[in-house]
C-alpha cells in the first residue's frame, strides 16, 4: 500500500480574472510565492500568485506566505526543508512570472527579455532548493559525527 508523504498541488490560479484585469490596466507584475502548509505527516505545497504594483516591494508581498510556512509548514521532520526553501524564496521575492500571463509582445526583444527574466528567477529558485538541501544534509552528518565522538570519549 502507497501512502503519499507529501505533494505538489497544481498551480491552480483562484484569482486569474483579477490578475490579468490588475495586468491589462494597472500594469505591475506577476509574482509566484510558495506556501507550506502541514498537518501530522502530511505536507503540501501550494504556489501562490500575486499581483504587485510597480514600485511596491515584492519582499513586503512576500511575507505573509513566509510566516505562514514559518508557522504551519515545519511541523513534521519532512516539513523542515520545503519551509525552509519556500521562506528564503519568498523572503527573496518569489517568482517573476508575468510572461505567462501577458500575451506576446511585439517586439521581440521584449519578449526575449521577459522569458529570461523568468527564467533567471526560476533558476535562483532551484539554487536555493539546492542549496537548502545540501547544507541540511552536512548539518545531519556534521550531527551524527558530534554523537559518534561524544558516546565514544564516554566510558
Known amino acids: 500500500m502507497y501512502i503519499p508523504i507529501g505533494w505538489r498541488a497544481p498551480a491552480k490560479i483562484e484569482n486569474l480574472d483579477e490578475l490579468r484585469q490588475n495586468l491589462e490596466t494597472r500594469g505591475g507584475s506577476v509574482i509566484m510565492y510558495r506556501q507550506v502548509l502541514s498537518l501530522c505527516m502530511f505536507i503540501q505545497i501550494t504556489p501562490k500568485f500575486v499581483w504587485v504594483e510597480d514600485g511596491t516591494s ?8 513566509a510566516l505562514r510556512s514559518v508557522v504551519y509548514g515545519w511541523w513534521p521532520p519532512m516539513g523542515l526543508l520545503p519551509s525552509i526553501i519556500a521562506v528564503t524564496n519568498n523572503l527573496w521575492g518569489g517568482v517573476d512570472v508575468t510572461a505567462y500571463f501577458r500575451p506576446e509582445p511585439a517586439n521581440p526583444e521584449e519578449a526575449a527579455r521577459l522569458l529570461a ?3 533567471r528567477e526560476t533558476r535562483r529558485e532551484e539554487l ?6 545540501h547544507g541540511f544534509a552536512y548539518l545531519v552528518i556534521l550531527v ?4 559518534a565522538i561524544a558516546t565514544c570519549g564516554v566510558t
Open 144 to 147: 551524527l559525527l558530534v554523537i
Open 117 to 119: 527574466r523568468t527564467e
Open 128 to 133: 536555493v532548493e539546492k542549496s537548502v538541501r
Open 58 to 65: 515584492r519582499f513586503k508581498a512576500g511575507v505573509p506566505y
